[in-house]
Each structure stands twice: as structure tokens, then as C-alpha cells.
């Protein structure tokens, strides 16, 4: 098998994005992450950004479709495109734009599973927001699997087999069925390993959810002992903004006391 460098792959959508997020996310990789990796920036309209460490694979948004959610599907279009460009690699590792390595990380921290909930039982079919909805219908897949039903939604990279994925897509017929596939992947192929609970105290994750200039306090505070910080769109502030840009690159010593 040739060697490939990990592939960390990033789906971006421009029009989605609040501020400097896949800046900032890009910058994390390049100082923190201990292993010999390639970005792989894919989605539709993406910015040019210079480095011999990203590649660009340009993918067409998917078709609306009644009850799917787009982005879901997105995904799939996304990453199949990028296996068909890097069919050596065993597999990837999938992370959202608006996650900020901020300490040191190899490949074992993206490994060890991560999980959210225990159960997926507060999502609803009717639900007026797609992505919950897509939470229901995947719990639904599971309880009739006989799989359990962690809720592996945690925002952080996480690591994906190719083969596995293949398999799942076409079992699943995701190209044309939304579900969420992070759920999906670590219920069915990963039940037996130890997950991290992210809601207890770890060294993983920083989340910041709201607008509150209090959570920007305690993100200075806590960033010293978390991996990654990320952030909601009601997260995205100019106090998150102007931490991660002193953070990533004025002449400051971060975190000092």
C-alpha cells in the first residue's frame, strides 16, 4: 500500500461561515498535531489558502431533497470525492471548521471515542430542525440493529475507516439517506471500545455555546487543560475571535498569568 499522510479532512461551506473559524482551525492543526498529516479542504466555492499541507477538492452541494437534511448527505458527496483522490489511505479523520487545537495532540487522542449522551432518546422524527431529525431517524437504525445509541455528535475530530465507511454507505444507501454519521459509525463499529464521556471532567474539550462574556473567562482559565476548543454559532463572538487570534498570532505569551 502506498503511504499517505493522515488525512484531516475539513467540509467547508462558505456561506455558513461567521468569521475567521477555518483560519484559526487550520492554525491549530499546524502547531499542535504530532503526526505527519495532509487538510483536505473540500465543499463548494473554497478559499484559496497557501501551504504545501492543504489540497483542495472542490464538491458540489447535493440537491434539496424532501425530508433529508442537506448537509448529511453533503458529507457523503464530500468525502466520497475524497477517498476516489486518496484511495491508498486507510481512512481519515473528519472535523468541523470551528474546532481549535490549543495543546499538543497526536493520533491516539483523535482515536479514542467520544461521546455526548448515553442515549439518543431526546430527538424527535417531527422535529422542525433537520439535524434532530436526522438524530431520530439514526437511533431508530440502531434500536432496530440491536446497536446502542451513544450520541458521538462531540464536535472533535474523529477518526473514519474508509472501508467501514463504504460499507455503511451503501448499507444505509446514504448518497440518498440522511442520517448522522458519526452515530451510525461508533454504534455499529466501535461499541466495545472504552469511550471518553465529554460531559465530565477531560482533557478534550473546551466548548463554548453562548455569548456570555463569563464563558470567555473560564475558556482562559481552562485552555491550559483542554485539547480543543470549539464553538456553536451562538458561540461565535469577538471576545472567541479576539482569543484565538492572540492565541494564534500576536508576539503574546498565551495563558500567562
Not at 462558505?14 to 487550520?26: D, N, T, V, W
Not at 495532540?105 to 422542525?128: A, C, H, N, Q
Not at 431520530?136 to 440491536?146: I, N, P, Q
Request: one cysteine or more.
Amino acid at each position: 500500500m502506498k503511504y499517505t499522510p493522515f488525512l484531516v479532512v475539513i467540509p467547508y461551506l462558505a456561506s455558513a461561515a461567521q468569521g475567521r473559524e477555518l483560519e484559526y482551525a487550520i492554525a491549530g492543526w499546524r502547531r499542535h498535531f504530532k503526526e505527519d498529516f495532509l487538510i483536505v479542504l473540500t465543499g463548494e466555492d473554497l478559499p484559496h489558502i497557501d501551504g504545501d499541507d492543504i489540497v483542495l477538492i472542490e464538491s458540489k452541494r447535493v440537491p434539496n431533497v424532501d425530508g433529508q437534511y442537506r448537509q448529511h448527505l453533503d458529507y457523503v458527496s464530500c468525502f466520497k470525492k475524497v477517498h476516489q483522490r486518496f484511495p491508498d489511505s486507510q481512512g481519515m479523520i473528519f472535523v468541523a471548521d470551528d474546532c481549535y487545537a490549543i495543546n499538543d495532540f497526536d493520533l491516539v487522542d483523535v482515536l479514542i471515542p467520544k461521546f455526548l449522551e448515553r442515549s439518543l432518546g431526546g430527538f424527535r422524527i417531527d422535529s422542525p430542525n433537520g439535524w434532530r431529525v436526522d438524530k431520530a431517524k439514526t437511533r431508530c437504525v440502531l434500536v432496530d440493529g440491536g446497536y446502542p445509541q451513544k450520541n458521538y455528535t462531540t464536535h472533535l475530530p474523529i477518526w473514519f475507516d474508509w472501508d467501514k465507511l463504504e460499507q455503511l454507505w451503501e448499507k444505509y444507501d446514504m448518497l440518498h439517506q440522511s442520517f448522522v454519521i458519526e452515530d451510525l459509525y461508533y454504534n455499529i463499529y466501535e461499541s466495545d471500545v472504552v469511550a471518553v464521556d465529554i460531559k465530565a471532567p477531560n482533557k478534550y474539550k473546551f466548548g463554548v455555546y453562548n455569548n456570555n462574556p463569563s464563558t470567555i473567562d473560564n475558556l482562559h482559565r481552562e485552555a491550559r487543560n483542554v485539547i480543543w476548543v470549539t464553538n456553536s454559532p451562538e458561540g461565535w463572538t469577538k471576545l472567541l475571535d479576539e482569543f484565538l487570534s492572540e492565541y494564534y498570532y500576536p508576539n503574546l505569551i498565551p495563558f500567562a498569568d
